[in-house]
């Protein structure tokens, strides 16, 4: 936001002072005090309840496994004139966890694995957004997993739905950084170590 | 030995096709009884692998299998063979050719209702040929646990015929289908 008022400030200095032929721009306007608040337009935004998938998916055995967890939270503070400003928390449950197969749902969620009942969230928490080279927009925060807090960047898809917004991406992550796999599942050979994680969230403003 | 059958022996191709399906098959028993003696764990997923990989595999040599028999002749029995005979060895014969694909095809099933997709050796997936669905899992199962049993007890029948030609009628059925038997 502050960038965007600076450069806006700039244009206008220059602006008048090509027009009255006078000396140049000051060189740090005003308006660049970051004292001074946003122009009102960051908006926060929740997952609408029961909305939104966030799913996993990894090899195991040369075949690729997925799941999903049935129970997260998404709160989303944005504004597309200063998207540095946004900010991003999702809370997932982790005994949510869901593969269509009770064993592996079982083993997942064991001490070994996401042990649920140590630890029952996880969360990922990013105070700032930033622009990638290549025009996409991501969240830069740290993900806290079974203890591990680890940092990482998170793509953001946000796609208008009127008001509202639909946010997606995906994001690759090691399980084991995170300790997700401990005594036999520390072996990436029959169980990958990379996860790939998408998500489609339709969040709505909080009015 | 010629690649392709005659009317009196079996080319190498039926032969080596025959012999390496029986060795896969008794492989997969053992591979198979260790899995579902085993809980879910690292141990349990690689045997599974295995099990996956080594029937994908039949079901690709049943097809080659299929249509080399269907684009060769087949060896006649030899002429003293009694009617009922004759009627036994189609039946069976036509029973182990349907195993052969029959019980890959529901292993393949299981995997894809249990939402455990298939990969052939770790060298490229196959796809899902259900949906995800616990009770098909469960019907399949059993399924491929009763056509297994089947197949034991055709593959004995099939054995006892074998057996009888050598001993009893003392022909070349059994000995032309040795790896390196066979009549001139």
Same mark, same amino acid.
């Given at each position: 936001m502050t960038n965007y008022v600076a450069l806006l400030t700039a244009f206008a200095a220059l602006f008048a002072g090509a027009s009255s032929? /006078? #000396?140049?721009? !000051?060189?740090?306007?005003? /308006? /660049?005090?970051?004292a001074s608040p946003p122009a009102g337009s960051a908006a926060r935004f929740t997952q609408a309840p029961g909305t939104g998938s966030l799913s996993f998916s990894f090899m195991q055995a040369g075949a690729e496994n997925k799941g999903s967890f049935r129970q997260f939270a998404t709160e989303l503070v944005y504004d597309p004139k200063n998207p540095a400003a946004g900010s991003l928390k999702v809370t997932v449950q982790?005994?949510?966890?869901?593969? =269509?197969d009770k064993d592996r749902n079982d083993t997942l969620a064991g001490a070994d694995l996401f042990d649920v009942k140590k630890y029952p969230t996880a969360q990922y928490v990013a105070n700032s957004f930033a622009k990638r080279a290549d025009g996409q927009l991501e969240a830069i925060g740290k993900l806290t997993l079974r203890g591990v807090t680890k940092d990482l960047r998170v793509p953001l898809n946000l796609r208008p739905a009127g008001n509202d917004y639909e946010l997606s991406g995906e994001v690759a992550l090691r399980r084991l950084d995170f +300790?997700? +796999? =401990? +005594?036999?599942? =520390?072996?990436? #050979?029959?169980? +990958?170590?990379d996860v790939k994680l998408q998500y489609k969230v339709p969040v709505v403003r909080v009015r | 030995m010629s690649v392709r059958n005659s009317t009196r022996s079996w080319g190498s191709l039926s032969k080596a096709l025959h012999w390496i399906i029986v060795l896969l098959i008794i492989n997969q028993w053992v591979i198979g009884m260790r899995a579902d003696s085993l809980p879910l764990g690292m141990a349990k997923l690689q045997a599974l692998a295995w099990h996956k990989s080594f029937g994908i595999t039949i079901l690709g040599l049943a097809v080659v299998r299929l249509v080399w028999r269907l684009m060769n002749p087949v060896p006649d029995l030899? !002429? #003293?063979?009694?009617p009922w005979e004759r009627v036994l060895a189609k039946i069976s014969h036509l029973l182990l050719y349907a195993l052969i694909f029959a019980l890959p095809l529901t292993g393949w099933i299981m995997s894809s209702a249990k939402n455990f997709p298939v990969s052939w050796f770790r060298l490229f997936q196959l796809p899902d040929l259900? /949906?995800?669905n616990e009770a098909l899992f469960q019907q399949m199962r059993s399924l491929h646990h009763s056509l297994f049993a089947l197949l034991v007890v055709v593959a004995a029948l099939h054995v006892a015929g074998a057996l009888k030609h050598h001993f009893?009628?003392?022909?070349d059925v059994l000995r032309r289908m040795l790896p390196f038997g066979g009549v001139e």
């Open positions: 032929g /006078a #000396e140049p721009p !000051a060189s740090k306007p005003a /308006a /660049a005090d970051p982790t005994a949510s966890l869901e593969t =269509q +300790g997700v +796999g =401990q +005594g036999e599942w =520390q072996s990436t #050979e029959w169980v +990958g170590n | 030899s !002429a #003293e063979t009694k259900v /949906a995800p009893i009628d003392r022909n």
